[in-house]
């Protein structure tokens, strides 16, 4: 700190005066930290320095990425204030292809509903060799086989593609 205006001189206290932070002239606030060298300036509870390190280009080299295929979306800004890209692509995995429904007598007077489905696998799945896996599933027990066969309808046909965006 250093005294702000005149003194003044009060009657129990002594000289007294205002104080202000320091000007630090030439010294700077360094958001990346000081050089290692760097000497140091406190003005008020703010320690500035007169060499500072540079910014972190921590994205340097997708700054100015173009994407191919895909879109481009902002993954925020470096240390420099520079604006960083990533490129994103929908990538599919597999397809569920819905076979079928069976209703299935338990002996106790109860069905159970069978879902009979295929999974093809895309290339960019795995090992991209991976063959179709065909399964069936266990879908519910019901009390009658009315009751069965109508929780089936609609829900064993079709397909159904599962995807996820994959990013760099």
Excluded: M
């Excluded at 700190?1 to 030439?26: F, M, W």
């Excluded at 703010?46 to 340097?60: A, I």
């Amino acid at each position: 700190y250093v005294q702000d205006g005149e003194t003044c001189n009060h009657c129990s206290l002594g000289l007294r005066y205002k104080i202000k932070p320091a000007p630090c002239d030439g010294y700077l606030k360094c958001p990346n930290g000081p050089e290692t060298d760097a000497s140091s300036c406190l003005s008020g509870n703010t320690t500035l320095y007169d060499k500072c390190k540079p910014c972190d280009n921590s994205c340097e080299g997708d700054i100015n990425l173009v994407c191919s295929s895909g879109d481009k979306t902002s993954k925020g800004q470096d240390g420099c204030g520079n604006a960083c890209y990533q490129c994103c692509y929908d990538v599919l995995l597999f397809t569920t292809y819905y076979n079928g429904c069976s209703c299935s007598a338990n002996g106790n007077g109860t069905y159970t509903l069978y879902e009979s489905i295929t999974t093809v696998y895309e290339p960019a799945y795995g090992n991209g060799n991976e063959p179709p896996h065909s399964s069936t599933n266990q879908r519910g027990t019901f009390s009658s086989l009315e009751a069965c066969e109508s929780s089936s309808f609609g829900r064993c046909s079709g397909y159904i593609t599962t995807g996820t965006t994959e990013c760099y």
